[in-house]
């Protein structure tokens, strides 16, 4: 009686251990898409992540999981993706949030409110004349001049002076921004036991008015700070009374973001 023969199974296809990885591996990308759908987009980074997948980043660096019939005898590691850092940084798009363009525009609607409400109190006042603000790169600028603030040569602060300061202080108290103040003066010498030179008066000024905006509001002594120019920094040629009238002024520079850390 002959024996039968068994018939070998030619099947050259995936094992079948391949079918349930398969599938693994899809439950997980649907996980993963449920996660990202029910998750707040950040529309930089989404960007980010799209500007990878059209690279083909992923299939580049990483390997796939099933070994090949014929691997090569080595692999780069740039190939591999163990030496870079794709996934941490994918483009040099700046990490810029929704939530941080809306803090910028928001800072900038505060200042441009201030100086409105400013220009209202000068044209109220009639102080257009000794009081100038302007806005500039660094943010608002105030400019006092000496004839309101101060007496030829001291820096006590006059009672004609201080509605003003007290009008900025109020202001500044519903914006966190940086201020800095900036004594100037002519060119005249000083040379006086409490100011012997133009150095210590125009630092002097500044710093009454820093004291004044502190004591009258209980701000924080690190958002502001001082400095004295003396004559370095005149606005006109010292050559008439009317332009060394104009050189001795203090400014109050409220600042803009980008400029909280002085230069």
């Known amino acids: 009686m002959k024996r039968r023969r068994t018939r070998k199974n030619n099947n050259n296809g995936a094992p079948k251990w391949m ?9 997980i990308l649907v996980f993963f898409i449920l996660l990202f759908s029910m998750s707040q987009i950040d529309l930089s ?3 980010a992540i799209s500007e990878s997948f059209r690279n083909r980043m992923i299939f580049d660096f990483f390997p796939s999981p099933v070994p090949m019939d014929n691997p090569t005898e080595s692999t780069s590691h740039l190939e591999s993706g163990k030496d870079t850092n794709e996934f941490h940084n994918p483009t040099n798009l700046p990490n810029i949030t929704d939530q941080d363009k809306k803090t910028e525009e928001d ?3 505060s200042l441009s409110d201030l100086i409105q ?8 006042h009639e102080l257009n004349n000794v009081i100038s603000a302007t806005r500039t790169e660094r943010g608002v600028v105030l400019v006092l001049q000496e004839s309101i603030l101060f007496d030829p040569g001291e820096a006590q602060i006059l009672d ?3 509605p003003f300061l007290t009008k900025i202080g109020t202001l500044l108290t519903e914006i966190p921004n940086h201020v800095k103040v900036e004594g100037h003066t002519d060119t005249r010498p000083m040379n006086s ?3 012997p030179s133009n150095w210590e008066l125009s630092g002097a000024r500044a ?3 820093i ?8 701000f924080d002594r690190s958002r502001f700070s001082l400095v004295g120019y003396g004559e370095t920094r005149p606005v006109k040629s010292n050559d008439t009374p009317e332009n060394m009238k104009e050189n001795r002024r203090v400014e109050i520079v409220i600042l803009n973001e980008e400029y909280e850390v002085d230069e």
């Open 19 to 27: 079918v349930t990885y398969s599938d693994m591996v899809t439950l």
């Open 45 to 47: 980074k989404f960007e």
């Open 107 to 109: 800072t900038e609607d």
């Open 117 to 124: 409400s400013v220009e209202s109190f000068l044209d109220e």
């Open 160 to 162: 004609s002076g201080k």
């Open 193 to 195: 036991y409490r100011y």
């Open 207 to 209: 710093s009454s008015v």
């Open 211 to 218: 004291r004044y905006l502190i004591e009258q509001y209980s």
